[in-house]
């Protein structure tokens, strides 16, 4: 069933088949980081529509879902049965946790420093997950404002860990989510969705593989970070 929350750009929804793509790479990560949040009090920072902090919770995860944003969190708590909490992530009003999972949030963050001071502040371990610049904004600098309007800013491998470092966080490891074998077949796979939403016009032929794209059509690898989609890091 398609989610009742308006796609607006600025998260992606379950249920929209030309969607799929992106769902499937935002969803894998959840998928691969579930068995380590089973038994685990975790806060799902910028938990958005609620599909993330679901599947860590099916895992066996203590899931508390945060978002800043009203109708998000509105329909999350009215769509998946765990607890629910707005807040601003600068001003987490918690004290002590073992996780903080936050993926595909940190580019949005307009006070990220202090956003990872509270991550350090209240968690053992976090997760976080964010676009490689490298790869979704190739040629943009380091600082330079995205052409994304939804994100303040972008990172490469070297300064995520950089950032997470400078937070507190000494045990660092780096991933990342890369294309598998039937996506890498066809590499054009991302700019034939961008001019297709661009132009408004879905050939029928790319509406029906985007919406068959699965979360096993990704990969998540430690090697090669320069060339992934997007980075993961795990830090405690």
């Excluded at 799902?44 to 995860?61: F, N, T, V």
């Excluded at 976080?128 to 990172?155: A, I, Q, W």
């Excluded at 995520?160 to 989510?177: K, Q, S, T, Y």
Aim: one cysteine or more; proline letters at 6%.
């Amino acid at each position: 069933m398609p989610s009742s929350l308006p796609l607006t750009g600025e998260r992606t929804v379950p249920g929209i088949a030309r969607e799929q793509y992106w769902f499937a790479r935002h969803e894998v990560v959840y998928r691969w980081l579930a068995p380590r949040c089973t038994g685990q009090r975790v806060v799902e920072a910028g938990s958005g529509e609620g599909y993330g902090a679901r599947i860590l919770h099916q895992a066996g995860g203590r899931v508390v879902a945060v978002d800043y944003d009203q109708a998000a969190i509105e329909h999350s708590a009215a769509t998946y049965p765990l607890p629910h909490v707005r807040a601003n992530l600068a001003a987490l009003p918690f004290s002590a946790v073992d996780a903080v999972v936050s993926l595909q949030v940190i580019e949005h963050l307009w006070d990220l420093r202090h956003f990872l001071a509270e991550v350090r502040r209240i968690a053992t371990w976090t997760c976080l997950s964010t676009p490689n610049r490298l790869t979704f904004s190739p040629g943009l600098r380091r600082g330079e404002k995205p052409t994304n309007p939804f994100h303040v800013e972008e990172f490469d491998a070297d300064q995520l860990h950089g950032l997470v470092r400078e937070a507190g966080f000494r045990d660092i490891a780096m991933f990342g989510v890369r294309h598998g074998p039937r996506l890498a077949a066809r590499p054009g796979i991302i700019t034939e969705q961008i001019e297709a939403a661009l132009s408004g016009t879905w050939p029928g032929e790319l509406e029906a593989f985007v919406a068959g794209v699965r979360t096993d059509d990704f990969l998540i690898t430690d090697a090669d970070l320069d060339t992934s989609l997007d980075l993961v890091v795990v830090a405690s």
